[in-house]
């Protein structure tokens, strides 16, 4: 009889970095489907101008490193989503900011894993003039990198204490 409340334990636990992904997944995909149904291929809002609105496509990875790689960049993905995944069973408690980060890291690797499985490709729109062009996914998973990372640093500093 304590099996099921472990598992409800489990999952209340890690019900924040679920609906965090899910948040993450509808809006990044919700907003590919818009620049996809609303612009042509290269097309930019405006047309000049530091920050933009550009479609376009990436069939590599993080700044186009591994250009044409789908299929090994959706096992990556995968294999990533899955450790997540796996690492929700032993969260700190209290770990607030490491939930934060993993939500927003598994939401933004499964929307751009949608993108790879359904065209081969990811849709990119967010034009910041200096930097290449990315979407709500790559946001969100350099986000939550930083929350992870800062999470870290915060745990590390309490044990020396």
């Given amino acids: 009889m304590a ?36 612009m042509d291929l290269g097309q930019s809002i405006p047309e000049e101008g530091i920050v933009r609105l550009t479609y376009t496509t990436n069939t590599g990875g993080a700044f186009g490193l591994f250009a044409n790689q789908a299929l090994l960049l959706a096992i990556v993905a995968i294999i990533g989503i899955v450790v997540l995944v796996l690492y929700l069973r ?23 894993l949608i993108d790879r499985i359904r065209f081969g490709e990811v849709t990119d729109f967010i034009d910041v003039g200096f930097w290449p062009v990315f979407n709500l996914a790559d946001s969100s998973i350099v986000i939550g990198t930083f929350l992870i990372a800062l999470y870290l640093l915060l745990s590390a500093r309490k044990r020396v204490s």
Avoid at 11 to 37: E, F, H, N, W, Y
Avoid at 95 to 111: M, N, T, Y
């Fill in 3 to 38: 099996r099921p409340q472990v598992l409800n334990h489990r999952v209340i636990k890690g019900l924040p970095l679920l609906l965090t992904a899910l948040a993450v997944i509808g809006i990044d995909q919700l907003s590919k489907c818009l620049i996809r149904a609303n």
């Fill in 90 to 112: 032993y969260l700190p408690p209290g770990s607030k900011l490491l939930k934060a980060g993993l939500g927003l890291d598994l939401g933004g690797a499964i929307g751009n």
